[in-house]
């Protein structure tokens, strides 16, 4: 007996509940808010606050705000839209009359709040949404230097070294093309990231990708790995012919001419003076 007195008491007071929020809705004009959405934002990036509203609807009122007083920062009634309502979101903000949703820009630490939207479609029906918005401070961009690189006749060998300035980040490579052959390794206490790849003569370049992330938050960099051309050997035929030309012209030519001019002076010297009397 008691337990059947226990479940109608309940029944009751949940129909007695859903009535007053049927009435409060209709007499004081009071929305029933549904569960709270939770996005995230970058600093200094942009963010877009969804509405909620149904994709069906034709909206013919939007009206967002903040704070507990409901400030109003963007609205839309009657086809006109304001997005300049206060100072502290002036050229910052941009709403889509279609679908209710709210863009801000050039994120702050003070945009990190709760934010409400009303709004009412063309056939008088309407909803609200209430949004937290959490703005993070976003991550560096991770760093790649080239530690080492050695050519052979198949190809060759690089190494890479990914750093983040940022402490407590999780690094990830991803190369292209996949058939790369790669070997990859954390450096924890250095907050850093080593990447082996090898380079074959099919595949003499690769795109490299280093990503730095931290809960929600990631950032990346990319680099471009090509093989170093080995030149080949300088001819060494005509360098040691020019050396043999130059080695002829300065050291034999001369002695030649030397020998010559010498034998014609001894040749001059045994001719017999005509003007000197024979002895």
Same mark, same amino acid.
């Given at each position: 007996?008691?337990?059947?007195?226990?479940?109608?008491?309940?029944?009751?007071?949940?129909?007695?509940?859903?009535?007053?929020?049927?009435?409060?809705?209709?007499?004081?004009?009071?929305?029933?808010?549904?569960?709270?959405?939770?996005?995230?934002?970058?600093?200094?990036?942009?963010?877009?606050?969804?509405?909620?509203? =149904?994709? #069906?609807?034709?909206?013919? &009122?939007? /009206?967002?705000?903040?704070?507990? !007083?409901?400030?109003? *920062?963007? %609205?839309?009634?009657?086809?006109?839209?304001?997005?300049?309502?206060?100072?502290?979101?002036?050229?910052?903000?941009?709403?889509?009359?279609?679908?209710? =949703?709210? #863009?801000?820009?050039?994120? &702050?630490? /003070?945009?990190?709040?709760?934010? !409400?939207?009303?709004? *009412?479609? %063309?056939?008088?029906?309407?909803?609200?949404?209430?949004?937290?918005?959490?703005?993070?401070?976003?991550?560096?961009?991770?760093?790649?230097?080239?530690?080492?690189?050695?050519?052979?006749?198949?190809?060759?060998?690089?190494?890479?070294?990914?750093?983040?300035?940022?402490?407590?980040?999780?690094?990830?490579?991803?190369?292209?093309?996949?058939?790369?052959?790669?070997?990859?390794?954390?450096?924890?206490?250095?907050?850093?990231?080593?990447?082996?790849?090898?380079?074959?003569?099919?595949?003499?370049?690769?795109?490299?990708?280093?990503?730095?992330?931290?809960?929600?938050?990631?950032?990346?960099?990319?680099?471009?790995?090509?093989?170093?051309?080995?030149?080949?050997?300088?001819?060494?035929?005509?360098?040691?012919?020019?050396?043999?030309?130059?080695?002829?012209?300065?050291?034999?030519?001369?002695?030649?001419?030397?020998?010559?001019?010498?034998?014609?002076?001894?040749?001059?010297?045994?001719?017999?003076?005509?003007?000197?009397?024979?002895?």
């Amino acid at each position: 007996m008691r337990e059947r007195v226990s479940t109608f008491l309940n029944r009751v007071t949940m129909r007695l509940q859903v009535l007053l929020l049927l009435c409060l809705q209709g007499f004081f004009g009071v929305r029933v808010v549904k569960s709270i959405k939770e996005v995230v934002g970058n600093l200094g990036g942009s963010v877009t606050l969804p509405s909620g509203a =149904d994709p #069906t609807w034709t909206l013919s &009122t939007i /009206e967002w705000s903040i704070f507990k !007083n409901n400030t109003w *920062i963007a %609205t839309y009634r009657d086809g006109e839209q304001n997005i300049d309502r206060i100072d502290r979101y002036k050229g910052r903000l941009s709403l889509n009359t279609t679908t209710g =949703d709210l #863009t801000i820009r050039g994120l &702050t630490m /003070e945009d990190n709040m709760e934010f !409400n939207v009303d709004f *009412i479609s %063309t056939t008088e029906k309407d909803d609200s949404t209430k949004i937290s918005l959490t703005v993070k401070k976003q991550l560096q961009q991770p760093t790649i230097k080239k530690v080492y690189s050695a050519t052979m006749k198949d190809g060759c060998w690089i190494i890479l070294n990914c750093s983040s300035t940022d402490e407590g980040v999780d690094f990830s490579w991803n190369v292209t093309p996949s058939r790369v052959t790669v070997i990859n390794q954390t450096h924890v206490q250095d907050n850093s990231a080593v990447l082996f790849v090898s380079l074959d003569n099919t595949t003499r370049r690769a795109d490299v990708t280093c990503t730095s992330s931290k809960n929600t938050r990631s950032n990346t960099s990319s680099s471009l790995l090509e093989c170093d051309r080995v030149e080949p050997p300088p001819k060494q035929r005509c360098y040691d012919g020019s050396m043999f030309c130059v080695g002829l012209f300065v050291g034999v030519i001369p002695t030649i001419l030397l020998c010559i001019f010498r034998g014609k002076l001894c040749y001059n010297k045994n001719i017999p003076d005509p003007n000197v009397p024979m002895a």
